[in-house]
């Protein structure tokens, strides 16, 4: 079965420098993978995603991350922060398991941005 | 186009009490899915739908029952609340693809989710 960690509970940035959020998942072939947020009291919005092809994926509001195979990472980056950017960051994971495609989510990351 | 709508919002219950959660996506989606949501622990997986008929637990099915019997609707039951119960529940569905279609996959929609308290 599938696994995501997200090593950092909390990362602290000051509005205006970049950001990189952490993800390293655990799957024997190439998986789905995802990058969601999730403002307070609200749902979980996609930010962008990789299934095949360009490691290099672009995403919406500026977010880019990057598939490295050898590492098992997928990590979450943006060149300069936003204080709206504040919200929590899940990583995830999808792969076929007994011919069922089953997203794999993990703990989160709270991102905090200081004025 | 609404996507994943969820009902209700909020809702506080009694021990012992029963209710049922709604969820229906209008995207034809083929797979649904129930998590939990808990501080500091992610999203956990209840149960899941690959189609209409077709239901599986997930990680943590205890204290909760499914049932799909359109494409369109995947209610959960909570038989007897509990206060280990209280938490925010997320309904998602997908449409994923494999092989050559790999690149048609859809992502997981999100509804904006239930927020139970169980007192």
């Known amino acids: 079965a599938q696994s995501v960690t997200q090593p950092d509970i909390h990362i602290t940035v000051s509005e205006g420098a970049s950001l990189e959020l952490r993800c390293n998942y655990s799957?024997?072939?190439?998986?789905?993978l995802f990058w969601y947020v999730q403002s307070p009291g609200q749902g979980l919005q996609l930010l962008l995603k990789?299934?095949?092809?360009?490691?290099l994926v672009q995403g919406i509001k500026g977010f880019e991350a990057e598939f490295k195979r050898s590492q098992s990472s997928f990590n979450l980056r943006k060149p300069s922060v936003h204080w709206s950017d504040a919200a929590e960051y899940f990583c995830?994971?999808?792969?076929?398991?007994?011919?069922?495609?089953?997203?794999?989510f993990g703990r989160g990351t709270s991102l905090i941005v200081h004025p | 186009n609404a996507g994943v709508t969820q009902t209700p919002k909020f809702r506080i219950l009694k021990i012992g009490q029963s209710m049922t959660l709604q969820c229906t996506q209008d995207?034809?989606?083929?797979?649904m899915y129930w998590y939990r949501q808990d501080p500091g622990m992610g999203l956990k997986l209840i149960y899941y739908?690959?189609?209409?008929?077709?239901?599986d637990k997930g990680e943590v099915p205890n204290g909760y029952n499914v049932s799909r019997s359109t494409t369109e609707d995947f209610p959960l039951r909570l038989e007897l609340a509990a206060p280990s119960q209280t938490s925010v529940y997320f309904c998602?569905?997908?449409?994923?693809?494999?092989?050559?279609?790999?690149?048609?996959?859809?992502?997981?929609?999100f509804g904006q989710g239930t927020r139970l308290t169980v007192v």
């Open positions: 998602a569905s997908s449409y994923p693809r494999t092989g050559t279609y790999r690149s048609m996959n859809t992502e997981a929609f």
């Open positions: 799957y024997g072939a190439t998986p789905y």
């Open positions: 990789y299934f095949s092809g360009d490691t």
């Open positions: 995830a994971v999808g792969a076929p398991s007994g011919g069922s495609y089953i997203p794999t």
């Open positions: 995207m034809n989606h083929n797979y």
């Open positions: 739908s690959v189609g209409a008929g077709i239901t």
